[in-house]
């Protein structure tokens, strides 16, 4: 079975750091971009990082960039986002999801989410 | 930036209505569009990739049309599993998300 795990999501203060991990399962992680798009609460879906499949390349979404690393291990088929400095409006569900080309394209596989809060 | 512009924000339609949604982009980004469908609670699934194909699995109902700026997401018969809220998806530039569509039963 084809299947994303997040974990690493809780309550966090302002200005803290938090590391979320997926783990993926049923298919070749190492063949395909990865992303990770959040939700706030109430709100959309919002585009939040991508990496390409041996991790030469990552992008992110302007209000995240230089707080936030993307990184995966192909070995422990796993996908990480690193947040620093995180704020308020970073309080989110944060999915993880698989692009189902072999180049940026939509997200076919989506985990279930970890759900980060940033309150004092 | 890519800018995605749904239309309407929120629909209530009864069981059987054909139901369609608009998504428009900031600029031309030939067929690079998916649509998903999300319910409360849930993660995204996505339903229509590349402007007009079907996900495997997904009900014949559902459907996609356009490029370049403009396109639409139809159901065909409105069905009461089909309350959720659906979303537009570029990936010419990065990925954006349009804002999304409330669909409920009236």
């Known amino acids: 079975e084809v299947q994303l795990v997040e974990s690493g999501g809780g309550l966090v203060q302002p200005g803290g750091s938090l590391r979320l991990s997926c783990a993926a399962s049923g298919f070749t992680f190492s063949s395909y971009w990865m992303s990770w798009v959040r939700q706030a609460p109430g709100k959309g879906l919002e585009w939040v990082a991508n990496i390409k499949q041996d991790g030469s390349e990552k992008y992110y979404v302007d209000s995240v960039k230089g707080r936030f690393t993307i990184s995966r291990d192909n070995a422990k088929n796993s996908l990480y986002l690193q947040m620093n400095s995180l704020r308020a409006e970073d309080t989110a569900v944060y999915y993880c999801a698989k692009n189902f080309g072999v180049v940026i394209s939509g997200m076919d596989v989506w985990g279930q989410g970890t759900t980060v809060t940033v309150s004092s | 930036d890519i800018q995605m512009t749904q239309s309407p924000s929120s629909l209530s339609a009864s069981v059987g209505d054909r139901v369609t949604i608009t998504c428009q982009a900031s600029?031309?980004?030939?067929?690079?569009l998916n649509w998903y469908q999300q319910k409360p609670g849930k993660a995204p699934k996505l339903l229509i990739y590349?402007?007009?194909n079907l996900e495997t699995g997904v009900p014949s109902r559902f459907s996609g049309s356009g490029s370049g700026t403009d396109f639409t997401f139809t159901i065909s018969s409105l069905q009461p599993e089909d309350i959720a809220t659906y979303y537009c998806?570029?990936?010419?530039?990065?990925?954006?998300f349009g804002q999304g569509t409330k669909v409920e039963i009236k």
């Open positions: 998806q570029q990936y010419d530039n990065l990925q954006t």
């Open positions: 590349d402007a007009s």
């Open positions: 600029q031309d980004i030939s067929n690079y």
